[in-house]
């Protein structure tokens, strides 16, 4: 799979003298799968979803935290066209790092990650927010980034600290999401690396050694939803970024995700996204053509 993967540059978010940006962004289809040249820590606020990162397609709802290094190739996208997605992006430059270095514990997880060798199997780290204790850092934060008050560099400067210590305090408790082993984990892999195939429920389950119906349950236990709603959903998220980056009839498209009746993938195409694949290819060229203007 071809993915088009747009690089966004730290310059364009940055005031030249202060090394850290927050937004509030609703998420949408309209933003390809992206790197960038900052580091980022991103925070789902309300809604649910799916944070599609690298190759893998992860179920995300409010209290989900990531850390995003350079390079790291990602999009956050709602369930569907009409669910609402809410995520707070707060980055910074990498120069800033020398200043943090004394906050952050030489023996973490995070240390590693941002400032040494991780585990090769580690390209992000993903924290769950128990008891909104992130959240309320993240909207003082976001407050005085559009307020700009007087010295509000200072207090930002002091929130990410906050944030970043708070980091290492949840992984000692156990909210560092490690990284996928159980049997779901591995169902999802397959999945996403064979779904334009003709998986059936039973395939999958069998793969696992566990009966069809316990397979369901867990699976929806795991993901938030049933096995064919996964499926659905990153056939159509592959079928987007076909439409967006290749020239490709939409019924070659539909094709290639996995769908060989065109009736039930336009159907099933609008009811995920709110519009037709061609009116959505026709938005993300409009969108294009508006980028490129900047």
Known sequence: MNWRVIELNGDRFFNPEFDIFINREVESFSLSQHT??????????????????????????????????????????????????????????????????????????????????????????????????????????????????????????????????????????????????????????????????????QQVAERSFISPSHFQRLFKKTSGVTFMQYLQNIRVQRCCELLKSTEISIQEAANQVGYQDMKFFHALFRKKTGITPREYRRSTQDMDMKLASI
């Open 36 to 201: 960038h040249d900052f580091i980022e820590i991103s925070y789902v606020e309300e809604g649910s979803g799916y944070h599609y990162i690298e190759d893998q397609m992860i179920p995300i709802k409010r209290g989900d935290l990531f850390v995003i290094p350079i390079g790291t190739s990602h999009v956050f996208r709602p369930s569907s066209r009409d669910k609402q997605l809410v995520i707070y992006n707060c980055i910074f430059r990498t120069r800033l790092l020398e200043q943090l270095k004394s906050v952050v514990c030489e023996s973490s997880m995070l240390h590693s990650f941002l400032y040494g060798s991780p585990p090769f199997t580690v390209k992000w780290l993903q924290y769950q927010d128990k008891f909104d204790k992130f959240l309320s850092i993240m909207h003082g934060m976001y407050r005085e980034f559009l307020k700009k008050g007087p010295r509000y560099e200072y207090l930002m400067m002091g929130q990410l600290i906050q944030v970043l210590a708070m980091l290492q305090r949840y992984e000692c408790d156990g909210s560092l999401v490690s990284t996928p082993t159980n049997n779901m984990d591995d169902a999802i892999q397959y999945i996403n690396d064979h779904f334009a195939a003709n998986l059936t429920v």
